[in-house]
T-cell receptor, first 117, second 112 residues
Framework: AQKITQTQPGMFVQEKEAVTLDCTYDTSDQSYGLFWYKQPSSGEMIFLIYQGSYDEQNATEGRYSLNFQKARKSANLVISASQLGDSAMYFCAMNPALTGTASKLTFGTGTRLQVTL | SAVISQKPSRDICQRGTSLTIQCQVDSQVTMMFWYRQQPGQSLTLIATANQGSEATYESGFVIDKFPISRPNLTFSTLTVSNMSPEDSSIYLC?????????FGPGTRLTVL
């Protein structure tokens, strides 16, 4: 079974500063994918970034980067130059396969990020 | 990615009634998923819907309560049957594209 742990229920960051949202995971699978999603108050789930377990480089998408430490089983999301629009819930998730087969996402409990002026 | 729409976006229903939620995607996809997000909680997978076959339900979810249709590769429906206040949640569909799940905007359901 897979498990995702997000230990920060809420975080504050000042506008233009960087923030790290923590995510640790537990799995016995050799191949897996790690994801981060953003959920604004509107309720939609927005895909942010993906990291494959065999990817040697940390994933980067614009202001988002994923600090992947495989030995520690952590996949922290780093948001640089925070903006007011980044205020939302952030969910870490994983699935057990890298290939395009049926895969179930396991989600963490989420971290609510509030960006302040 | 994909453009995914859901109808209705929100609804308020009386207990004992049923609501059908539609999910439409702008490209053909093999795998579609339905999730429930109860207030203040994370997402829980209800079922996986493949075109041309019966949906596969997760533990705790049954077809009689959450019947799903998948008539073609771009469309699916989820029905929430015989609703109770405990069914008040956001219901989200998602599609699998190149190892990543993309979500629809969600349907916010309140049951009185």
């Amino acid at each position: 079974a897979q498990k995702i742990t997000q230990t920060q229920p809420g975080m504050f960051v000042q506008e233009k500063e960087a923030v790290t949202l923590d995510c640790t995971y537990d799995t016995s699978d050799q191949s897996y994918g790690l994801f981060w999603y953003k959920q604004p108050s509107s309720g939609e789930m927005i895909f942010l970034i993906y990291q494959g377990s065999y990817d040697e480089q940390n994933a980067t998408e614009g202001r988002y980067s994923l600090n992947f430490q495989k030995a520690r089983k952590s996949a922290n999301l780093v948001i640089s130059a925070s903006q007011l629009g980044d205020s939302a819930m952030y969910f870490c998730a994983m699935n057990p396969a890298l290939t395009g087969t049926a895969s179930k996402l396991t989600f963490g409990t989420g971290t609510r990020l509030q960006v302040t002026l | 990615s994909a453009v995914i729409s859901q109808k209705p976006s929100r609804d308020i229903c009386q207990r004992g009634t049923s609501l059908t939620i539609q999910c439409q995607v702008d490209s053909q996809v093999t795998m579609m998923f339905w999730y429930r997000q109860q207030p203040g909680q994370s997402l829980t997978l209800i079922a996986t819907a493949n075109q041309g076959s019966e949906a596969t339900y997760e533990s705790g979810f049954v077809i009689d309560k959450f019947p799903i249709s998948r008539p073609n590769l771009t469309f699916s429906t989820l029905t929430v049957s015989n609703m109770s206040p405990e069914d008040s949640s956001i219901y989200l569909c998602s599609v699998l594209l190149l190892d990543t799940q993309y979500f629809g905007p969600g349907t916010r359901l309140t049951v009185l």
